[in-house]
């Protein structure tokens, strides 16, 4: 096998999933489009707006006006972070799809991370935090999450809760995602593993949220998550052994 690392990639789409994050896209669209210039020629920028309530769909229609390469797709109401991933999944038209969450965690300068990480025959490469900025309960909640999902449905990531992500467009060909909470996550890399395609891991920074809110971390939305992740284990574990 050809252990040299990959430069360039033939084509990438980077996406954002937006969600209120009026004070932080702006931000991170431009620096995905100075990421994406380091490792290729062709590329676009898609935001998906999940049915944003402040400022986020005004500030994006702003940049769409100045920037080419930015395409915004708006949910009309509130669907769910897995409605927006999977929007954007179904989307994007080149070669290699990126993405991370519009609230600014994660840096989009840190993606040639991932490009540098690809070999032959690696079809994701999944960032793993370096260390989690975050309140305690949200580290240790994090901490019990990403233990027991991968306990329960047998996968061998370091980080599955860690939404910095490169992966080949024609996996989405082969898989079809059906969750519209952040359950999409354990749900993504269960069937990506199980088809049997090659995961790559590269470590990344982790920022304090500055705006905003999280959506994920409240008791009604873990509540519902929980419930999810039965269903889905049901599903992808027991149901297939």
Request: aromatic share 10%; hydrophobic share 40%; glycine share 6%.
């Amino acid at each position: 096998m050809n252990n040299k690392p990959n430069p360039k990639l033939s084509g990438l789409s980077i996406f954002f999933p937006a969600y209120n994050d009026a004070g932080t896209i702006p931000s991170m669209v431009l620096t995905a489009q100075m990421a994406a210039r380091a490792v290729t020629d062709d590329y676009e920028i898609i935001v998906v707006n999940d049915g944003s309530q402040d400022h986020t769909p005004d500030v994006l229609a702003e940049l769409e006006r100045q920037m080419p390469c930015l395409r915004v797709i708006h949910h009309l109401q509130n669907r769910g972070y897995g409605a927006a991933l999977r929007t954007g999944f179904a989307s994007a038209a080149k070669d290699w799809i990126f993405y991370t969450d519009g609230d600014a965690q994660y840096n989009p300068l840190e993606m040639p991370t991932l490009v540098e990480a690809l070999r032959e025959g690696v079809d994701v490469v999944n960032g793993y935090k370096i260390s989690r900025n975050d309140p305690l309960i949200r580290i240790i909640l994090g901490n019990i999450y990403n233990t027991g999902v991968k306990i329960l449905f047998g996968l061998r990531l370091k980080d599955i809760d860690c939404d910095y992500r490169l992966m080949r467009r024609a996996i989405f060909d082969n898989i079809t995602l059906e969750s519209n909470t952040g359950s999409i996550c354990v749900e993504m890399v269960k069937k990506i593993q199980d088809a049997g395609y090659t995961f790559a891991e590269a470590p990344v920074s982790h920022y304090h949220r500055q705006y905003g809110h999280s959506q994920f971390f409240n008791w009604r939305r873990l509540l519902r998550t929980a419930r999810h992740l039965l269903v889905l284990w049901w599903k992808l574990v027991v149901k297939k052994s």
